[in-house]
């Protein structure tokens, strides 16, 4: 069974993800990605991109910074509302969300109210999961936002707590200079950062971490519940399409109460991480909220004008959001399998063809004889012009498949002693381990069609 534990480690282990700062302690819950985690995360984003960007007429992305007009923050309500809600163990001086820890008993979600949470807290005398004492400060409200100076600005920066920030203040500039048209939709990838109260489960909650966001702007009088639904089915395959399984995935709705008074529903799509059902994704209707109070404060009009209608109109906005790291996570857990083979055991990351990390790997035979290492370079060098390779000439044969089976590498090629008078080599498949030998000259166009991305 997959676990955390199996994860972390396998993580640190191949190169995917390594604690940050690790000579110096690390720094809490910050993760750096290695070789392989980069090479995975930047597929997902290319895969992200290419089904919502690319393949669609009706999107356009942008890249906008991460630090953003302070005034922005304070419209989209964040500088006073982007709060959790913490307590301290009076004991051991730790801190919790205290949300968190009311759910945890009552089961109810009480965010946003403080007194009710310290009253639950005292009257069943919810126990701190560190050292067990049951003795609390009142729970207060902690801003999530991290705060930096820049030259020039007065007052605080931000470093911006999400990406869609950027969205909706480039969209006066996206409806002047491009052919859009609601419906339409702003995608943006990039990195997002909040203070968080209590980070953990490895890469699933972090201070620091990616978002891919969709602001998808529609005509008010638009029958919104169809599309809302399309893209909560687009969330779950894309979803599947880094390996889910859709039993692992189902959807939380926000309760109509909790609901800010703009938004007409929110629903997260949950996934079954090995730490229980969690947010993967959301998908939030935020009515014209966003572009209407920019346009009050900022005094520019963020509207669509239909000229076939004359109609002026500030657009709706229905937001699919996807974290890139919960993705890359849902990516790893899913794609870890432990298979016996001859009474051995082999760990194998069975990505989909997509977002393998390494393609193909190319291994002479034996890395004492001149003429198969010379001969594997060859092929090496011709093949990374048009796939990710590896050159692997280190350990026996059985190692380095163990190895490339760890990091998910699709296909292993292997050079012999035959391969140079046949002119031909083994292939073998990650997932049948079955080999097959193939003439060198027909090689690229064997992969590619293998490879074929869809
Ligand atoms: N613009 C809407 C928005 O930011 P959110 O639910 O707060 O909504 C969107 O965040 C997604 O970002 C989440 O569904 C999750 O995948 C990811 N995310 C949020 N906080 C995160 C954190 N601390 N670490 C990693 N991913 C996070």
């Not at 302690?25 to 690319?54: C, D």
Request: hydrophobic share 35%; glycine share 6%.
């Amino acid at each position: 069974m997959v676990t955390m534990e199996k994860i972390v480690s396998l993580a640190k282990r191949r190169g995917f993800v390594y604690p940050a700062c690790e000579i110096y302690g690390g720094l809490a819950n910050a993760y750096s990605y290695g070789p392989y985690g980069v090479e995975l995360k930047n597929n997902i984003k290319k895969l992200w991109w290419k089904t919502f960007v690319h393949r669609r007429e009706d999107m356009v992305g942008i890249d906008g910074p991460i630090l953003l007009h302070p005034k922005l923050w304070e419209v989209s309500g964040h500088t006073t509302g982007f709060n959790d809600a913490m307590v301290d163990c009076k004991k051991c001086n730790k801190r919790f969300r205290a949300d968190h820890l009311v759910s945890d008993v009552v089961g109810e979600d009480l965010e946003g109210e403080l007194e009710k949470m310290d009253k639950v807290l005292k009257e069943k005398k919810v126990e701190c999961p560190d050292c067990g004492a049951s003795d609390w400060t009142n729970a207060r409200n902690f801003n999530m936002m991290f705060k930096t100076e820049m030259n020039g600005v007065d007052g605080d920066v931000y470093l911006r707590p999400e990406t869609a920030g950027a969205i909706f203040v480039d969209f006066k500039n996206i409806i002047d200079s491009m052919r859009v048209k609601p419906p339409f939709g702003i995608a943006q990838i990039g990195k997002a950062f909040r203070n968080e109260i209590v980070a953990g489960n490895f890469i699933f909650r972090t201070r620091e971490f990616e978002q891919m966001e969709i602001e998808y702007f529609i005509d008010p009088e638009t029958k919104w519940e169809s599309l809302f639904e399309e893209w909560l089915k687009l969330q779950e395959e894309f979803a599947m399409a880094l390996g889910a399984k859709k039993k692992d995935m189902r959807r939380y709705e926000h309760p109509k109460e909790k609901l800010s008074h703009y938004s007409k529903k929110t629903i997260d799509t949950e996934y079954k991480f090995p730490f229980g059902f969690s947010e993967l994704y959301g998908l939030a209707h935020r009515g014209d909220f966003d572009l209407s109070q920019h346009s009050k404060a900022s005094g520019h009009k963020l509207e669509y004008f239909n000229v076939e209608k004359n109609k002026r109109y500030i657009p709706h906005v229905l937001e699919p959001t996807f974290g890139l790291d919960r993705s890359l996570l849902v990516s790893l857990v899913s794609a870890y399998n432990e298979e016996e083979i001859k009474g051995g055991k082999r760990i194998v990351m069975k990505f989909p063809k997509e977002i393998a990390p390494i393609q193909i790997a190319v291994f002479p035979l034996l890395r004492n004889k001149p003429e198969l290492v010379k001969k594997a370079k060859e092929i090496y060098n011709d093949l990374k012009n048009n796939f990710v390779c590896e050159f692997d000439d280190n350990g026996n044969i059985g190692k380095r498949y163990r190895r490339q089976d760890e990091i998910g590498t699709l296909y292993c090629l292997t050079i012999d002693f035959d391969s140079l008078e046949k002119d031909d080599l083994t292939i073998r498949d990650r997932d049948t381990m079955k080999q097959e030998r193939v003439k060198i000259k027909e090689l690229t166009d064997y992969l590619i069609n293998k490879l074929e991305r869809k």
